[in-house]
């Protein structure tokens, strides 16, 4: 719903606002750090991609948006490479909505909109990203996260200016649209009508060549799909885990620590006092007063909470401070100067006017030093042993500043380095036949594995207190297309996989072709002579089929045609050619009050919204006038992707 919308407002510095009808929700710092573009940049700045109303978008804009886009795409895609993202027309999305969204800003301040400074104030506040722990708007944090982005404070206000402008323009034509009453029996009848017809599969396999290609056509195939033969980065992994195996022995605390921490805990030791207690508040002292005075004479609290429409709660195990904190201490005092069974004097609260019932008392006598010494004396080695094992991930670091080795590390913890094949960034080792992965120890550092140059070893805490990890990059192969010579048996099966369906989409349209002659549908594909399966009768409601969780293709295709038709649709991934034949549609009479006309009509509402917002957009960019610089942008993704 809306994805256009936020779409359109996504930022173009990495600065995500998101627009979810009259709601700026936040600015994503966090999933995108445009100070990353230089791994991507190399274009000069002053070359522009096109032009918005005379405003210029320069290619360093269009990389910055790029690389956004990218590392957004990485929180769920997290090995997709630049030419990867590319190839699937990324570039193409991000340098349309750049083009939609600076369209609008220049139309709306064409038409006088201006965003004051205190508006876009109030929006700065609302982001998490700029709160500091007491959950206010830090200054400081603000400057600092800008910095760390290379961000100008002048560039993000501009930025979430942009925004609220494309806001107001959209965010009209998003709610108005009301469809007429009577639109809504018509369009609910489709929502319950009876699909019948046919589909069948003409698979790629059946036409492949059973031979070739020849070299040049393996060549031309090889050049053509390079983007569907890139190879995602992997590394080799060294490291070692360490923890209170390596520390020997540990101390035992002396009497002194023990008596130390005795007398440190001596409020734990003492004697202390908990009451479980029934509660109940009521707004006035004279309502507190009336309660009491029922219960005393022989009523319940409960049944006398229940007969004023009020309702008891549970309170405990709670010490006199612990309550005194959460009511107050007039009321921890009568609470705790009531014995068991009795019913407390009303006290004054934050709520109102207390009474208490005290249900129970547990009293927990005084403990000697010679009555816990066993249970500090416990946590005080565990305490030492912890501090030991921080100590030595401490020291290990140390070691690696100073220039050790893992190797030189492993030895001094009498530990074995261990070395992974190559893996990629989700943990899957590459080539494996099998679903491989890293070790366990190895997943909580996998993502900081992959920000590392080579040699550059780090220490990582697997269990917080028990379990540290050393490791390093030992080898990097970049994400790059493979070269033929490696993959030479893959890419021929992918030119046989592709030969076959271009014959098969040929043999789809003659079986079109029989049909519209006359034919039935397993008639027209019997006379293939390839051994063709029968097509599927299909029989579904328009209800049966949102039902399902996943629609396939061909059946959201069969119900997107016109009655007697014969369509055909191309299955995924080059495997084959589906021809769908649509024989009959029945609708049913709906009346108007039927409540699926209600959800019809919101529906309908929804849709013309998103409707009017692309015809708006379509007309903005006609009116301030959008030009394309496709020799640039030409450059631009030759220069993201390597040349690749």
Do not use: C, H
């Amino acid at each position: 719903m809306l994805q256009m919308f936020r779409n359109l407002t996504r930022s173009k510095l990495g600065v995500g606002l998101t627009l979810a009808f009259l709601l700026l929700m936040a600015i994503a710092f966090a999933s995108a750090d445009v100070a990353n573009t230089g791994v991507f940049g190399g274009i000069a700045g002053g070359d522009r991609v096109a032009s918005v109303g005379g405003n210029r978008i320069d290619s360093a804009e269009l990389v910055d948006n790029a690389n956004s886009a990218l590392e957004q795409e990485r929180q769920q895609n997290p090995t997709i490479t630049m030419p990867a993202f590319i190839a699937q027309g990324g570039l193409t999305q991000v340098l349309d909505q750049l083009l939609r969204r600076t369209a609008l800003a220049v139309f709306g301040a064409d038409q006088g909109l201006r965003i004051s400074d205190r508006l876009v104030d109030s929006e700065l506040l609302q982001i998490p990203a700029f709160r500091g722990a007491d959950g206010q708007f830090d200054t400081n944090l603000f400057r600092a996260t800008l910095a760390q982005r290379r961000l100008s404070e002048t560039a993000v206000r501009q930025d979430i200016a942009s925004g609220l402008i494309a806001r107001q323009l959209l965010s009209p034509l998003a709610i108005s649209p009301v469809m007429p009453a009577s639109f809504g029996p018509r369009y609910a009848a489709l929502l319950r009508e009876r699909r019948e017809g046919a589909i069948a599969l003409i698979p790629s396999e059946a036409y492949a060549p059973a031979s070739g290609p020849n070299d040049a056509q393996l060549q031309a195939f090889y050049r053509a799909n390079a983007g569907s033969f890139i190879r995602p980065e992997r590394r080799v992994l060294r490291y070692v885990t360490f923890g209170a195996d390596a520390l020997g022995t540990v101390p035992a605390p002396t009497d002194a620590q023990i008596a130390q921490r005795f007398q440190r805990d001596a409020a734990q030791y003492a004697a202390s006092e908990q009451r479980r207690l029934t509660q109940l508040i009521v707004p006035t002292q004279a309502a507190a007063q009336a309660i009491v005075t029922e219960v005393r004479g022989g009523i319940s609290l409960a049944a006398s909470a229940q007969g004023k429409g009020l309702r008891t709660a549970a309170i405990g195990p709670v010490t006199q401070s612990q309550l005194s904190t959460q009511a107050s201490a007039a009321v921890a005092s009568a609470a705790f100067g009531t014995a068991q069974g009795a019913l407390a004097n009303p006290a004054r609260g934050p709520l109102g006017w207390y009474v208490l019932q005290v249900d129970a008392v547990e009293r927990t006598p005084a403990r000697t030093l010679a009555q816990v010494r066993t249970e500090i004396a416990a946590t005080l080695a565990q305490e030492a042993r912890s501090a030991a094992i921080a100590g030595l991930g401490a020291r290990v670091q140390d070691q690696l500043e100073d220039g050790a080795t893992l190797a030189e590390v492993a030895t001094s913890l009498k530990g074995t380095v261990a070395t992974t094949r190559p893996v990629t960034a989700e943990g899957a080792v590459y080539g494996a036949t099998s679903d491989e992965r890293v070790p366990a120890e190895l997943t909580r550092v996998l993502p900081a594995a992959f920000e590392m140059e080579e040699g550059n070893a780090q220490v990582a805490e697997l269990v917080p207190g028990e379990q540290f990890i050393a490791y390093d990059v030992a080898e990097i192969t970049r994400s790059a297309t493979a070269p033929l010579a490696e993959i030479r048996d893959e890419v021929a099966g992918l030119w046989r996989r592709d030969q076959g369906a271009a014959a098969a989409r040929a043999a789809a349209g003659r079986v079109q072709q029989r049909i519209a002659g006359g034919s039935t549908l397993a008639a027209a594909l019997t006379a293939e002579n390839k051994g063709l399966a029968a097509p599927r009768p299909v029989n579904l409601t328009r209800d049966q089929l949102a039902g399902q969780q996943q629609v396939p293709r061909p059946l959201a295709l069969f119900f997107s045609m016109a009655k007697g038709t014969v369509k055909v649709l191309e299955e995924q991934g080059d495997s084959g050619w589906y021809v769908i034949q649509l024989n009959n549609v029945t609708a049913p009479q709906i009346a108007q009050t039927d409540p699926v006309v209600i959800q019809a009509l919101q529906q309908l509402g929804t849709a013309t919204g998103e409707e009017y917002a692309a015809q708006f957009i379509a007309a903005v960019q006609a009116e301030v006038g959008v030009e394309r610089n496709e020799e640039a942008i030409a450059a631009v993704r030759t220069q993201l992707t390597g040349g690749q």
